[in-house]
């Protein structure tokens, strides 16, 4: 029987998906039609995936860094695998974020319907009806605070996207303790062939220990 597997949105892996509305825009004027704009491009882009593959640079305002590679299918499957010395693997399916921690023997799940990780992962989303969108906007950049609609004092998730071309750079969070942490995302593949069997979720030995 497995007793490893642990419900608590407490854990680490939210800071990727989890975290308060407390990052500051700046007080750049979008009118309607730019923001309709932006939504729209923003839509494409994300609808467009049906696979994505790329390295990523994580850092935190506390100076840790990590390294690592992102995949992404279509509908609902994703794998963030972190690069030594990380033992870390975050899974989603079209269920559960499922956090496994290989130095700590740990594997931890929530639902992904209580995380924005469901944007990036559902077949097709529109933005404007799931969530409320501040925009800011600079010269090479938009970018987009998601609140949920439904308890909007929760922060979501706050996309980065590159104008030229118009492209997911990253996106930043900031959890519970104030910390700050940046996903960037390096040398994307998009819609090229991923073995779906690499993202799905196979519990490890130790689990059932």
Same mark, same amino acid.
């Given at each position: ?18 975290? $308060?509305?407390? !990052?500051? $825009? ?19 882009? !994300? ?10 640079? %994580? ?7 990590? @390294?690592? %590679? ?7 499957l994703m794998l963030i695998d972190y690069a030594p010395p990380t033992k870390i693997k975050i899974y989603a399916n079209q269920h559960w974020i499922i956090y496994v921690d290989h130095e700590l023997k740990e594997v931890? %799940? ?8 469901? $944007? ?5 989303? @529109? ?7 501040? $925009? ?6 938009? @970018?987009?605070?998601?609140? @949920? ?50 993202? %799905? ?9």
């Amino acid at each position: 029987m497995c007793n490893k597997i642990i419900v608590n949105s407490k854990f680490f892996f939210l800071t990727f998906f989890i975290f $308060l509305p407390c !990052i500051f $825009l700046s007080k750049t004027v979008i009118s309607d039609v730019s923001k309709k704009s932006a939504i729209m491009h923003a839509e494409n882009w !994300i609808n467009g995936i049906q696979t994505l593959k790329a390295n990523f640079l %994580q850092t935190t305002s506390h100076g840790k860094v990590a @390294r690592g %590679q992102i995949y992404i299918m279509k509908p609902g499957l994703m794998l963030i695998d972190y690069a030594p010395p990380t033992k870390i693997k975050i899974y989603a399916n079209q269920h559960w974020i499922i956090y496994v921690d290989h130095e700590l023997k740990e594997v931890n %799940q929530i639902p992904i319907s209580g995380t924005p990780a469901h $944007l990036l992962l559902k077949k097709v989303v @529109r933005l404007a009806d799931e969530a409320n969108i501040m $925009l800011q906007e600079d010269k090479n950049s938009f @970018r987009f605070l998601l609140t @949920r609609k439904d308890d909007p004092d929760e922060g979501l998730i706050n996309l980065i996207f590159s104008k030229e071309p118009w492209q997911l750079r990253g996106w930043t969070v900031i959890d519970q303790q104030g910390i700050k942490t940046s996903f960037s995302l390096l040398a994307a593949q998009i819609n090229q062939p991923i073995n779906k069997k690499e993202l %799905q979720y196979y519990a490890p030995d130790w689990a059932f220990e």
